[in-house]
Nanobody, 123 residues
Framework: QVQLVESGGGLVQAGGSLRLSCAAS????????MGWFRQAPGKERDFVAT????????YYADSVKGRFTISRDNAKNTLYLQMNSLKPEDTAVYYC????????????????WGQGTQVTVSS
């Protein structure tokens, strides 16, 4: 089992940047592919980005491609999401998640979830 704790959310103006972190504890971090998802009020949880266990492969939702960057530091057991050129439509609670094996974009493929961190982008 792995425990995940997100941090780094907050309020930012449109065009600004934020960096989210997700600290993992428990079982070996490198056993898991990782992902970021987000959920706006009244909407389903959407895929944002995912990364393989080694960090060598990444995949992004079209809505964030070119603006967001997912990365991981396996020595620190930490996952990151660098968010640039933020837009009001990026406002949501952001969750990190872990799954054994191959990285993926579907929420039901992930076994472990953090509690989420709020990102609010003002216009």
């Amino acid at each position: 089992q792995v425990q995940l704790v997100e941090s780094g959310g907050g309020l930012v103006q449109a065009g600004g940047s934020l960096r989210l972190s997700c600290a993992a504890s428990g079982r070996t971090f490198t056993s898991y592919a990782m992902g970021w998802f987000r959920q706006a009020p009244g909407k389903e949880r959407d895929f944002v980005a995912t990364i393989s266990w080694s960090g060598g492969s990444t995949y992004y939702a079209d809505s964030v491609k070119g603006r967001f960057t997912i990365s991981r530091d396996n020595a620190k057991n930490t996952l990151y999401l660098q968010m640039n050129s933020l837009k009001p439509e990026d406002t949501a609670v952001y969750y990190c998640a872990a799954r054994p094996g191959r990285y993926g974009s579907r929420p039901w493929e992930y076994d472990y979830w953090g509690q989420g961190t709020q990102v609010t982008v003002s216009s």
